[in-house]
């Protein structure tokens, strides 16, 4: 299956420093990505759609001037948390679905996760 | 809420027994996906059921589809301690998935 690659893996930072989060479609062209946020024992929250070559699109309530993503390429996408604060403290995952295969373009294939901690 | 609601929230059984979880969800569908997460990890996909199945089988597993009740169950047979993960289901009504509160099981072995 196809295979997304995240890093850094854990990120300890102190507050009011920025994070970038990297997520690599290894084996195919992701076009679109998807970055979601878990609280810990929590379901995962769609934070917004990175969209390759243009701007993502954010779910409500999130504020896209504090969690900016870049997808330039289409298997890179970059999740950076402006000005860290503890509250941010979560576990970030990416995710995006291979459109190059028809019997398998409906699932989701995730990163391994980024645990953001702010000191 | 982006979340439908998943029940039982946690589950623990012996190695050997069935375990099942169900999920609900707000909102119309395409189809209906389940997840397997570690502790710490990614979400592993597991099984895809579309909205005109109403059951479907991998290996293990048996998950079942209601449209009319907007619910969808996931059976694990046989369950083994390997098993011990959290459970999600994801509904892809359109282009993106939300996900279910999740289900902790815990298998002893």
């Known amino acids: 299956g196809a295979v997304v690659s995240q890093h850094p893996s854990r990120v300890i930072c102190k507050s009011g420093t920025s994070v970038k989060i990297e997520c690599r479609s290894l084996d195919f062209q992701a076009t679109t990505m998807f970055w979601y946020r878990q609280f810990p024992k929590q379901s995962l929250m769609l934070m917004a759609t990175?969209?390759?070559?243009?701007?993502?699109?954010?779910e409500q309530g999130v504020e896209k001037d504090k969690f900016l993503i870049n997808h330039a390429s289409l298997t890179l996408s970059t999740l950076t948390v402006t000005s860290a604060h503890p509250e941010d403290s979560s576990f970030y995952i990416c995710?995006?679905?291979?459109?190059?295969?028809?019997?398998?373009?409906?699932?989701?294939?995730f990163g391994s996760g980024t645990q953001l901690s702010v000191l | 809420s982006q979340q439908g609601e998943e029940d039982p929230q946690a589950l623990s059984i012996q190695e050997g027994e069935n375990a099942t979880m169900n999920c609900s969800y707000k909102t119309s569908i395409n189809n209906l996906q389940w997840y397997r997460q570690n502790s710490g990890r990614g979400l592993v996909h597991l099984i895809l059921?579309?909205?005109?199945?109403r059951e479907k089988h991998s290996g293990r597993l048996r998950v079942t589809l209601d449209t009319s009740k907007k619910s969808s169950s996931l059976l694990i047979t046989a369950s083994r301690a390997a098993d011990t993960a959290s459970y999600f289901c994801g509904n892809t009504g359109g282009f993106k998935t939300i996900f279910g509160a999740g289900t902790r099981l815990f298998v002893k072995a």
């Open positions: 990175s969209n390759e070559g243009s701007k993502a699109t954010y």
């Open positions: 059921i579309r909205s005109n199945e």
């Open positions: 995710s995006a679905r291979d459109f190059g295969v028809s019997s398998t373009n409906e699932k989701l294939f």
